[in-house]
């Protein structure tokens, strides 16, 4: 059974996430949102999650280019 929500995404975000899945071989935006959050759900919440120091540096650049960082 699928069940259909909506959600609102400030432009910004949006913009962000066109730009991204450019990069991918996603379709849509919905796509990309729906991979993510079975990729969240599926992760066990006691299992840590290890990255490699590769991942771990892509990951950073990605951050600070955002402004997190």
Same mark, same amino acid.
């Given at each position: 059974?699928?069940?259909?929500?909506?959600?609102?995404?400030?432009?910004?975000?949006?913009?962000?996430?066109?730009? =991204?899945? *450019?990069? /991918?071989?996603?379709?849509?935006? !919905?796509?990309?949102?729906?991979?993510? %959050? &079975?990729? @969240?759900?599926?992760?066990?919440? =006691?299992? *840590?999650? /290890?990255?490699?120091?590769?991942? !771990?540096?892509?990951?950073?650049?990605? %951050? &600070?280019? @955002?402004?997190?960082?």
């Amino acid at each position: 059974m699928t069940s259909k929500i909506t959600i609102s995404l400030p432009d910004n975000l949006r913009e962000k996430l066109e730009e =991204k899945i *450019k990069e /991918t071989d996603f379709k849509s935006i !919905e796509d990309y949102i729906l991979y993510v %959050l &079975k990729q @969240m759900v599926s992760v066990d919440s =006691k299992e *840590k999650v /290890t990255y490699s120091d590769e991942d !771990e540096a892509a990951l950073k650049k990605k %951050l &600070k280019e @955002m402004g997190y960082l």
